[in-house]
């Protein structure tokens, strides 16, 4: 039987499955990307900016209005409406620009500070992770829950790790430090998005990063959330788009990753 989406969610897939197929073409021709530098170690592609550009013209013409929050193209505002789209074009672009195809593009749907709907969409596997509220989280046509995993031994935790040029090195250090001590493992795969849909889809049991962006996170909080885990800032709160910073886990390990987190930060 096949998952109804709603209304918003659709708009989501049509845009992203339009964007994606200019963005699969470019993906296999990454020799005659035009390739540009916005600070190190930090690309922009042509094809992030195709992709985008495709992404705000369909979502426009769905719902004409609506204002914007893009990695690339930043505030658009509409017409006083309280809806938004945040966008991230391509999540994972260093992954992208090497050929490692683990990179996707990320679409929220925000009104008045809440997220409403999430659509995180891998092209290259076909994957399509979404929610909305209230509606639960999906893999395409299938229900997503979060794994059930008890023991920290047993978990394997998802983290970004700051590179040339980016802040937060002695801390990831002290955080990464803590995780490894107590875990199965950590993985570090290139994409914010994805590592939060992956905790929704129960292949990771947590995440956490700090120095990130809304677009980076905003459609994966909510595809958790609806997937029965819970997220949350580094201090516990709900201020995760402000500060730049996430805790994502099952809801049996959110508790004690969290305050594994602040005991490292601490020290």
Do not use: C
Not at 3 to 27: E, G, H, S
Not at 105 to 119: T, V
Request: glycine share 12%; net charge negative.
């Amino acid at each position: 039987m096949r998952t109804v989406r709603n209304p918003v969610v659709n708009v989501m897939m049509t845009a992203a499955t339009k964007a994606a197929r200019r963005m699969i073409r470019d993906f296999g021709e990454l020799e005659n990307l035009q390739v540009s530098k916005k600070g190190p170690s930090d690309f922009v592609s042509a094809a992030d900016l195709r992709t985008e550009k495709i992404l705000f013209e369909e979502l426009g013409k769905a719902r004409p209005g609506w204002s914007f929050l893009m990695e690339e193209g930043g505030r658009v505002d509409g017409d006083g409406s309280d809806d938004r789209w945040i966008i991230d074009p391509i999540d994972g672009t260093t992954n992208f620009l090497h050929g490692i195809p683990h990179f996707a593009i990320s679409i929220a749907h925000e009104r008045n500070g809440e997220i409403l709907e999430g659509l995180i969409y891998n092209p290259v596997y076909d994957e399509a992770f979404w929610a909305a509220k209230g509606e639960g989280a999906h893999l395409n046509d299938r229900r997503l829950r979060v794994s059930g995993r008890t023991d920290m031994s047993q978990a394997l935790f998802a983290t970004g790790i700051p590179y040339q040029g980016r802040p937060g090195h002695d801390t990831f250090l002290k955080t990464a430090e803590a995780v490894m001590a107590v875990s199965s493992g950590i993985r570090r795969m290139g994409s914010a998005a994805l590592d939060l849909a992956y905790v929704a889809a129960g292949r990771y049991d947590g995440y956490w990063e700090e120095g990130i962006k809304p677009w980076d996170m905003a459609a994966g909080i909510l595809l958790v959330r609806e997937a029965g885990g819970y997220v949350s800032d580094l201090k516990g709160g709900s201020a995760m788009l402000d500060k730049g910073e996430v805790i994502a886990a099952n809801d049996r390990l959110h508790g004690p990753f969290s305050r594994l987190l602040q005991q490292a930060l601490r020290a």
